[in-house]
């Protein structure tokens, strides 16, 4: 059963360094792990993506291990403008086709 | 740039009315699809479509039909509103492959009462 799992909430200071974690067990082997960031009453916007290992832009790093059952986003120095929603999303293989799969997503808080 | 434009941005509908939802984007992409998003539930794709004239079913696709007419529009239809179908809907389109970054539109909040 796919099955993808994130903290419901997390909170943190300005300036910290954030990890959130997502879950995903048996994703397609051939399909990237992105990362969305939504505000309040807007679409989701992306953020990063990655296939393995480790992937970094100017905004977030995504951490990727090899067996690909969980991805991490990391966020660099938050600050109160990073209070949002985020989300991870997968492709789930199913049959001959694929599924596009959210979780359910992690409230993030930045406190000052 | 508009992006990715929905219409309209709120609708209330009676139970058993029928309306269709907009989609439009204007960056030439491929791929398209419709999303609703519910509390505690994140976001489930409905349809989506890989292509102008073509369609595919998604996680949740009971009570919704869609059609892809032309390349820059996405059509979601409700034939008989249901109170279980109260949710925010979301546009989404991609430029080829599964998963590559998507562009959201900013939603269309539905209540079916």
């Known amino acids: 059963l796919a099955k993808t799992t994130q903290p419901i909430s997390m909170d943190s200071y300005e300036g910290q360094e954030v990890n959130i974690t997502c879950s995903h067990n048996?994703?397609?082997?051939?399909?990237?792990i992105t990362w969305y960031q939504q505000f309040p009453s807007q679409g989701p916007r992306f953020i990063i993506q990655?296939?393995?290992t480790k992937v970094t832009n100017e905004v977030a790093s995504l951490f990727i291990p090899a067996d690909r059952k969980s991805s991490t986003l990391s966020l660099p120095r938050v600050s109160l403008s990073d209070t949002a929603v985020y989300y991870c999303?997968?492709?789930?293989?199913?049959?001959?086709?694929?599924?596009?799969?959210f979780g359910s997503g992690t409230q993030l808080t930045v406190l000052p | 740039n508009a992006g990715v434009t929905q219409t309209p941005k709120f609708r209330v509908l009676k139970t058993g009315q029928s309306m269709t939802l907009l989609c439009a984007q204007d960056?030439?992409?491929?791929?398209m699809y419709w999303y609703r998003q519910d509390p505690g539930m994140g976001l489930r794709l409905i349809h989506y479509?890989?292509?102008?004239?073509?369609?595919a079913k998604g996680e949740v696709p009971d009570g919704y039909n869609v059609s892809r007419l032309k390349k820059q529009n996405f059509l979601l239809g409700l034939e008989s509103a249901a109170p279980s179908q109260t949710s925010v809907y979301f546009c989404?389109?991609?430029?080829?492959?599964?998963?590559?970054?998507?562009?959201f539109g900013q939603g269309t909040r539905l209540t079916v009462v």
């Open positions: 990655g296939y393995k």
């Open positions: 048996n994703i397609a082997t051939n399909d990237y």
């Open positions: 999303l997968v492709v789930y293989p199913r049959g001959s086709a694929r599924q596009l799969t």
């Open positions: 960056m030439n992409h491929e791929y």
């Open positions: 479509s890989v292509g102008e004239g073509t369609t």
């Open positions: 989404a389109s991609s430029p080829k492959v599964w998963n590559t970054e998507a562009f």
